[in-house]
């Protein structure tokens, strides 16, 4: 039979299989092998073999992510970079991204800021956990959905509010900067119906090793707000780094795409290029 790992506790998995949880240990299977979100064929009540997978991500260990749910709120204070890594690595590894502004109830200027960055570059989403606007995430819970983002930008308090119950360990957030701390350590698939699970995850900070795969002349391509002005270019091989004759360049003056995913895009292309070079 098959079935999905939804949990993994030391050499204890837990199986998603027929409708139902249970607990169980695998047969000649490296427990190191196996991840959350594999599928994995089971013979009485044991796991025997672990399906071909569509991905397999690190930090946090995950696996046959479909989609990315990258959450940004207004506090704490955002980081663009970090969003852009996310958007890129999502196309490396075949995810569809989602973007998240959470705790809408904050700040309304923080939404349309970061709705002029990201308009046209990806789907977006406003809520807050604090009220019923949390619930316009749920179409976008789709396959295996990972929640990324800072610590404290609410991930485990946006679980909480879908589910309807305290399943997620939220953090003080004052306790939380005070520490440096994330609250949420181990990865966990809670089931959304349809096949859909979503998955509190700690962790993409170590994200820039797995982009490492890319090099940094192709950078420009996981960019799609870029690609829509490449044609304009004079050059084909364009890095899009100077204003001559640069298609991109003139779409950043004339306020097309954003000056931040813009400069950022360049210093991500600079840290893709040093750490190659080690
Ligand atoms: N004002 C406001 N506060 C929120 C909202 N959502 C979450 N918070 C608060 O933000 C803090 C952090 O929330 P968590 O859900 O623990 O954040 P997290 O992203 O899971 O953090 P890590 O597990 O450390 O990665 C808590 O104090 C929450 O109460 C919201 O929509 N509005
Ligand atoms: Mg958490
Ligand atoms: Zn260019």
């Not at 949990?7 to 204890?12: L, Q, R, T």
């Not at 299989?17 to 190191?32: C, F, P, Y």
């Not at 009540?45 to 071909?52: A, M, N, P, T, Y």
Request: glycine share 6%; charged share 30%.
């Amino acid at each position: 039979m098959k079935g999905l790992i939804l949990k993994k506790n030391a050499d204890k998995f837990t199986v998603e299989i027929g409708g139902q949880s249970l607990v169980m240990s695998a047969r000649n299977l490296k427990k190191e092998g196996i991840f959350v979100g594999d599928r994995v064929e089971c013979e009485n009540g044991v796991i025997v073999k672990v399906l071909e997978r569509k991905n397999l991500l690190i930090r946090p260990p995950l696996a046959n992510v479909d989609t990315m749910i990258i959450v940004v709120a207004c506090l704490p204070k955002p980081d663009f970079l970090l969003i852009d890594k996310l958007l890129v690595f999502c196309v490396v590894k075949g995810i569809k991204p989602v973007l998240c502004i959470n705790k809408s109830d904050l700040s309304e200027s923080f939404v349309s800021d970061v709705k002029k960055i990201y308009e046209g570059v990806v789907d977006i989403v406003s809520i807050s956990t604090l009220d019923e606007s949390v619930m316009n995430l749920k179409k976008f819970v789709k396959g295996i959905t990972a929640l990324a983002g800072q610590s404290a930008v609410g991930k485990s308090s946006i679980i909480n509010a879908l589910l309807g119950k305290e399943i997620a360990t939220i953090g003080d957030f004052s306790k939380k900067v005070m520490r440096g701390k994330q609250t949420t350590r181990l990865v966990e698939l809670y089931d959304f119906g349809k096949n859909n699970y979503l998955a509190d995850t700690a962790g993409f900070s170590k994200l820039s090793e797995e982009l490492l795969i890319i090099n940094e002349n192709e950078l420009k391509d996981y960019y799609p707000d870029f690609i829509k002005y490449a044609h304009i270019c004079k050059y084909k091989s364009c890095q899009h780094l100077s204003a001559l004759d640069c298609g991109v360049a003139k779409a950043v003056k004339d306020g097309k795409i954003s000056e931040v995913r813009y400069e950022n895009y360049k210093i991500l292309r600079e840290n893709i290029k040093q750490v190659k070079r080690f």
